[in-house]
């Protein structure tokens, strides 16, 4: 009689778990629905309770992942980066989970360069531009009025420099030390 309780005792916890395992089954077709029709805003917080109901299993890690997905469309890297963190201690989730948070460290360190380009340059680079503005600029020459273009005036023609006289070589010729 002891050992045909203990059969019941099993035959109980396997139908226990097979139902746990169609409700989470079920939880998780739930979340896809609500994803389907009202999109990630609504879905997370169903995966996020299919996580919570049915810890540590194959479809908590489903649920996980796709809550992962939905919020890293919809931004929240920080939070995508915890589930992706949570995901690889799943070993059938690892390496995607691995995957994904190499192209989140990939993203955010192009973001930070893009970010610092668009700051512009550090503050002492930013405080030397003003002084640099300051001086005075150099002088234009005087531009002609349309009119005066049009009637032949404005600017004389420019002469060209005139060439630089020719060296003097050979004996008695003194370069640069007098010699």
Same mark, same amino acid.
């Given at each position: 009689?002891?050992?045909?309780?203990a059969?019941?005792?099993?035959?109980?916890?396997?139908?226990?778990?097979?139902?746990?395992?169609?409700?989470?089954k079920a939880?998780?077709?739930?979340?896809?629905?609500? *994803?389907?029709?009202s999109?990630?805003?609504?879905?997370? #917080?169903?995966?996020?309770?299919?996580?919570?109901?049915?810890?540590?299993?194959?479809?908590?890690?489903?649920?996980?992942?796709?809550?992962?997905?939905?919020y890293?469309?919809?931004?929240?890297?920080? *939070?995508? *980066?915890?589930?992706?963190?949570?995901?690889?201690?799943?070993?059938?989730? *690892?390496?995607?989970?691995?995957?994904?948070?190499?192209?989140a460290?990939?993203?955010?360190?192009?973001?930070?360069?893009?970010?610092?380009?668009?700051?512009?340059?550090?503050p002492?680079?930013?405080?030397?531009?003003?002084?640099?503005?300051?001086?005075?600029?150099?002088?234009?020459?005087?531009?002609a009025?349309?009119?005066?273009?049009?009637?032949?005036?404005?600017?004389?023609?420019? #002469?060209?420099?005139?060439?630089?006289?020719?060296?003097?070589?050979?004996?008695?010729?003194?370069?640069a030390?007098?010699?």
């Amino acid at each position: 009689p002891a050992a045909e309780g203990a059969h019941e005792k099993g035959k109980d916890s396997k139908a226990d778990a097979e139902s746990k395992g169609s409700d989470a089954k079920a939880a998780l077709a739930e979340a896809r629905t609500v *994803r389907q029709k009202s999109g990630c805003g609504a879905a997370v #917080k169903a995966y996020d309770d299919v996580g919570a109901r049915f810890p540590a299993t194959v479809v908590a890690a489903e649920a996980m992942w796709e809550a992962a997905d939905c919020y890293k469309s919809m931004g929240d890297t920080a *939070r995508a *980066r915890e589930l992706y963190q949570a995901l690889r201690s799943y070993a059938s989730y *690892r390496d995607r989970a691995e995957a994904e948070l190499g192209d989140a460290n990939a993203n955010m360190a192009g973001n930070q360069m893009a970010s610092k380009a668009a700051a512009g340059p550090p503050p002492a680079a930013a405080a030397a531009a003003p002084k640099m503005a300051a001086k005075k600029p150099a002088a234009e020459a005087p531009q002609a009025s349309p009119q005066a273009t049009a009637a032949g005036g404005g600017n004389p023609p420019v #002469k060209p420099a005139a060439p630089a006289p020719a060296r003097q070589t050979g004996p008695g010729a003194a370069d640069a030390y007098g010699y």
